[in-house]
């Protein structure tokens, strides 16, 4: 059974930091490509970042330079480091572990506002 088990999330000002963890299991994490989606109200959810299991990254334009994602595949865990948060980047945000199939977390609310 796939587990995808977001954390991090929380209330923050517009320029601060925030750093999401997503814990997997019931995957061969090396393997899979994993992502960060996020899901504001009343939009429709976009990719954020995601890391191939080599390592190569891609990020949405509106994050690059701010947002940074990482893996540790000993942990089974992947990261989003979000600096210089704006208000605009509040939203669900949503784990994903891709090999033959998508799984998806529960997500993890983030919150940006003075």
């Known amino acids: 059974q796939v587990q995808l088990v977001e954390s991090g999330g929380g209330l923050v000002q517009p320029g601060g930091s925030l750093r999401l963890s997503c814990a997997a299991s019931?995957?061969?994490?090396?393997?899979?490509?994993m992502g960060w989606y996020r899901q504001a109200p009343g939009k429709q959810r976009d990719l954020v970042a995601v890391?191939?299991?080599?390592?190569?990254?891609d990020y949405a334009d509106s994050v690059k330079g701010r947002f940074t994602i990482s893996r540790d595949n000993a942990k089974s865990t992947v990261y989003l480091q979000m600096n210089s948060l704006k208000v605009e980047d509040t939203a669900v945000y949503y784990c994903?572990?891709?090999?033959?199939?998508?799984?998806w977390g529960q997500g993890t609310q983030v919150t940006v506002s003075p």
């Open positions: 890391i191939f299991s080599g390592g190569i990254t």
């Open positions: 994903t572990s891709t090999r033959f199939y998508t799984h």
């Open positions: 019931g995957i061969i994490f090396s393997a899979n490509a």
